[in-house]
């Protein structure tokens, strides 16, 4: 199936660690946080993750509050917001903020497998976007 | 808690009270003054129209008593001059006498009884006169005893040796070394008349007592002598330099009576004016019964309008009160709604949390027994039917949860742009299980291009579950259906809200919008409901209509203006492109 790279964010242990093998199990590479900070910690020495699974509402530093900081620290990491609290108002903020969609608990693995792959693809072609014109900024320079 | 109580309705004794207390309140305040200013006026007025009645009266008395003094000197001093003119000879000649008597009459109109002349034994000597006194001895006689030691001199009252009540003024002359002295009788008739005249109002008259108090001129019929208080004047020694003394006292009869008196003749006499009180003051009781009217009439009219006011005050307060306490209940439940929808979030989130592990669990064994051999085993198909089972019942809570969220996200009162259709999706879908074990079924028959509302999502739940509880309520338990309806017009939208239950008789329909009115059992209803959406519709210009018939069921009809900025042909073109 998909080969993805995800990291998984949420106080809820539990949760976290039989997503996490629910996602391996179908060929999601996952690296798993249980907080915010945790999170842009795993963020930094990991540099192959591509989507974030993030929950909204989490003690210390909320969901918001790590995406604003994720998309600070690398644009280019697609995060999809996780909610137990289906209120549009963190939804929206949440796109605002430039998360790619959201995803209300509980939900089907197989629709976040799908958002993940998504989002990933998104990231993927930027990047190539964003490769293209380095080149091409390159050649010009170089003519 | 102390809201509630503080916000529930007065009872009437409370009402009552007030009123009873806002009536005394103004009566007082106006009447206080109001006695106070016309006590004191009536009061100066009193006393100074009795000084003026007293100065009055003294005065006339006063005048009286000079009239009769003069009247006493004048008869004096016309005897001094007969005597004092004629020779002792001469009035030894009867004739002579006749002749004077006869004058002295003809000009004073007969107060002269008759004449004699009397010597210094006592002896009348010579008489002209209607009696027959020729050598009447007056020796023994008071006056003689009197007349013989002074220059002249009037006698008392006396009724003498003719038996009729006169007195003599009398002159006292010397002849060759022997007093004689000229003696007339003064008609009594003609001096009483002479007193008499001093007669003002129906019991004012006049008197006159001499220091024995024995009366000196004849009082009127039906007259109590009171002598304690003429001895008032006599044994009062300052009397007699003031000349006339006032004073009021009531008599035997218990009418109080009004005494003016003066002394005349040197002293000897006290005339006397007595008057009642009522008669002398009659023009000031009938100015203190016309107040004493004016006052009465103005109270009347004070306590009057003060009553009509205050029942006016209090019914405007006992309304503003209910319209105060209806407001407060409707403050109490709109917060009521927005703390379960506060609860239900916090609910929901919760138990999204566990619900989704428990999803995730389930297929996490569900994954695993796909790994698994399970070929032999029997029980396969019944686990996967239960996991499966297990995730559905997930997605259940799911919905639930997110309805409950959905709801709670619309506390807020604030008026907004409000689309009926999705609102009554969503108090529809929160009824559900309710209506479910009622037995009623629901069905929607929806305007698909409804125009949005302006008004608070809040409220318009509010409105929305009270109708629909009520519905389900009068339909508890025996089942029906509840059709809820939205109509476009031009420029309103309209919600029909219709059950099958037992209706309501016409008596109750034109009170169901009133406040406190209910037909639940106690406990069960605040009777505030449908008050509250009335309220609601009201406030943001719609209006509500009820039609029920007994045995058939109930409609309300909602009509909300449509939102002024977006009209329904805009949504159309809109749509259109």
Redesign the interface.
Known sequence: MANVNVLLVDD?T??VN??E??LK?RQVHVVTAFSGPEALQKLAENSTIEVVILDV?MPLMDGIETLSRIKKEHPLVEVIMLT??????SAIDGMKLGAFDYL????E?EELIEKAETAAQQKRAQEEKIIEARMREITLRRA | MKTTIKSQPHDSAFYHALTRKMVIIMVLVSFTPLLLISGLILEQYNRSYREKVHAHLGELVEKHCQNIDGFLTEHLNLLRFLVNSHPFEQFRDETFLEIKLAQLQLQFHGVFEDLGVVDDQGVQIDYAGPFKLMQANYKNADWFKKAIISPYFISDVFLGLRALPHFIIAVRQEYKGRVWILRATVDFRAFNTLVENLRIGETGFAFILNKAEEFQTKPPLGFFTEKDHYALFLNDTATEKQRVKIFEKKNAAGKENLYVGAFLKNGDWLLIYQQNTADAYRDLNHARKVALLIILIGGIVIITTAIWIARRMVARIASADREKNMMNKQVIETGKLAAIGELAAGIAHEINNPVAIMMEKAGWIQDLLEEEDLKDCQNLTEFQNSLEEIRNQARRCKVITHKLLSFARKTDSRPQPVQLNDLLEEVVGLSEQRAKYAGVSFHKKFFANLSTIEASPTEMQQVFLNLINNALDAMDNKGGSIEISTRQHKDHVTVAVADTGPGMPAANLEKIFQPFFTTKPVGKGTGLGLAICYGIIKKIGGHIEVESEIGKGTTFYLHFPVEKTVQPENIQQIQGE
């Open positions: 809820e539990t949760f039989v997503m093998k629910r199990k509402k137990a609290h289906a209120t549009v108002e209300m608990k509980p939900c693995v």
